[in-house]
Nanobody, 115 residues
């Protein structure tokens, strides 16, 4: 059974940086896209950033533009999210996502930004 394992979350002060990583095991064939979502308490899960395999087209939510950067390797089944200039409002559980013939989700990693 495929599992997506995330790492890199934690506690950081506002203005700081974190780098989230996600790897699939075992390997997933024919991934079409990879991405990161987040969910804050009381809010719906929302898409933060995504990247298509092959063409490497990237998409960012407005709140992520200029601060976050997504990268992915569909051969190694890894996706990372570099988050800079973090704000208190970025506090949430972050989930990685990979889509191929099926959709896979990570278990989530907590990101807490303190003022």
């Amino acid at each position: 059974q495929v599992q997506l394992v995330e790492s890199g979350g934690g506690l950081v002060q506002a203005g700081g940086s974190l780098r989230l990583s996600c790897v699939a095991s075992p390997n997933i064939a024919s991934i079409n896209s990879m991405g990161w979502y987040r969910q804050a308490p009381g809010n719906q899960r929302e898409l933060v950033a995504s990247i298509t395999t092959g063409s490497k087209i990237k998409w960012y939510a407005n709140f992520a533009k200029g601060r976050f950067a997504i990268s992915g390797d569909d051969v190694r089944n890894t996706v990372t999210l570099q988050m800079d200039s973090l704000k208190v409002d970025d506090t949430a559980v972050y989930y990685c996502n990979m889509r191929g013939q099926k959709t896979y989700w990570g278990q989530g990693t907590q990101v807490t930004v303190s003022s």
